[in-house]
Each structure stands twice: as C-alpha cells, then as structure tokens.
C-alpha cells in the first residue's frame, strides 16, 4: 500500500527558500498525481500544487504562482516543492497527497481537487523573522 512522507520543513526567514520532499514507499509513484496541500490555524486546508503522472503537466494555486516549483523524480519515488521567496502568510503545515484519478481540466491537474486518497502527515513551515 501506498504510504508517503514529508520532510524538508522547518523555519526560514522572509524572502528565503526550503524544498519539501514527497517519498513513497509501498509502490510505485508512476501511477499517481501528486499534489501538494497546506493547512494554516484558524484557515481551511488549500491546494498549492499538482503533478501528474501521465505527462508531468502541473498546476499551481496564484498565492504561490512564480515563486514554488513542483517536480517529481520517479527514480527516486520522489516529489519536490521548491519554495522560493517565502512570507509569513505560507506559515502552514504542508501535506503530499496521492491519486489515481485526477481531477483535470485543460489537460493539467486541479489544485486542491478532492479524491486523493493517500497522505503523508505534514510537515511544519514557519516563515518568521
């Protein structure tokens, strides 16, 4: 069965960059889009971003559109979130989630969609001075 971990948060100034790690075991990622969620206190879970696997198009939500970069490495089992330019308000816990049947449209994946049915249990960012 499909399990996911997340690692590569933790606390970073404004304007400064983490990447997060996505790494499956259990399977293979070769079936699945993956995406990318964040949960923020007193806010609802959002969709940052997607990938899929079909033809690696992406997506991602406009608060994070031009500064975070998705990429997957199925070598490795392995999807990245590269974060650049970071503020406060992207202070969240951020989840990898899994699916076999994406939500599309235009031919790319919908950010923050519903039925993935695989997750990772979060790991913390906190962009702070």
């Known amino acids: 069965q499909l399990q996911l971990v997340e690692s590569g948060g933790g606390l970073v100034q404004p304007g400064g960059s983490l990447r997060l790690s996505c790494t499956a075991s259990?399977?293979?990622?070769?079936?699945?889009?993956i995406g990318w969620f964040r949960h923020a206190p007193g806010k609802e879970r959002e969709g940052v971003s997607c990938?899929?696997?079909?033809?690696?198009?992406?997506n991602y939500s406009d608060s994070v559109k031009g500064r975070f970069t998705i990429s997957r490495n199925n070598a490795e089992n392995t999807v990245y979130l590269q974060m650049n330019s970071l503020k406060p308000e992207d202070t969240a816990v951020y989840y990898c989630?899994?699916?076999?049947?994406?939500?599309?449209?235009?031919?790319?994946?919908?950010?923050?969609?519903?039925?993935?049915?695989?997750w990772g249990h979060g790991t913390q960012v906190t962009v702070s001075s």
């Open positions: 989630a899994a699916t076999s049947q994406p939500l599309m449209i235009f031919r790319r994946c919908v950010v923050g969609a519903q039925g993935y049915g695989h």
């Open positions: 259990g399977t293979t990622l070769d079936f699945y889009t």
């Open positions: 990938i899929t696997n079909s033809d690696d198009s992406f």
